[in-house]
Each structure stands twice: as C-alpha cells, then as structure tokens.
C-alpha cells in the first residue's frame, strides 16, 4: 500500500512561486512513477509533470519553464516548484503514484493564483 500526502498549497499573487510537497508513505522503490495533476472547477484532471524512478521527467507544454518536479529518494517526497504563476495555474493539485497496474492519489492541496 501507498499513502500520499500533498502539503504547500496557497494563495499567491500572479508571478509568485510556490512550492508543493508529497511524502509517500509505504515502499517507495516499487513506484515506477511519481507524478502531480491538477484539476481546476469544471475542468478534468490533467497531468502537470512526471517523474521516473529513474529521474526522467515530462511536462505538460502549459507549465514548460516555469514549474520543475524533483524528488528526494532519502525523504520519500516529491516535489514540485512552481514559479512565475498565472491565474490560469489556479487549481486542486493532486500528487499520484504509479506503481506497477496501481494508482494512488493524495487528498488534493489548493492552489489560488489572485491579486
């Protein structure tokens, strides 16, 4: 089994950064891979970045340069650094992790991009 807790949401002003955070808890050597989605009112569920166990990692075009995903194998953690965010960012971003035919979610941590 794997538990994902999501901490680091917010409110932030356009062209602020945020950091978000989701430490896993059960085997961590298994989750092929890590990866943050988001879900905005109304909107489906969308991929923002992935990353590998092997640290290779993708994102989604719309965040490409601004927002970097990394993880801390010591701390069983992933992280994802968001930077220079739009009101368009706003959304529930969820951490999820794939291991094997199995995913998991975290509860969800809020993301307000406003002035």
């Known amino acids: 089994q794997v538990q994902l807790v999501e901490s680091g949401g917010g409110l932030v002003q356009p062209g602020g950064s945020l950091r978000l955070s989701c430490v896993v808890s059960?085997?961590?050597?298994?989750?092929?891979?890590m990866a943050w989605y988001r879900q905005a009112p109304g909107k489906q569920r969308d991929l923002v970045a992935k990353?590998?166990?092997?640290?290779?990692?993708n994102y989604a075009d719309s965040v490409k340069g601004r927002f970097t995903i990394s993880r801390d194998n010591a701390k069983k953690t992933i992280y994802l650094q968001m930077s220079s965010l739009k009101p368009e960012d706003t959304a529930v971003y969820y951490c999820n992790a794939q291991k094997y035919s199995d995913d998991y979610w975290g509860q969800g941590t809020q993301v307000t991009v406003s002035s």
């Open positions: 990353i590998t166990r092997a640290g290779s990692t």
């Open positions: 059960g085997s961590w050597f298994t989750i092929n891979i």
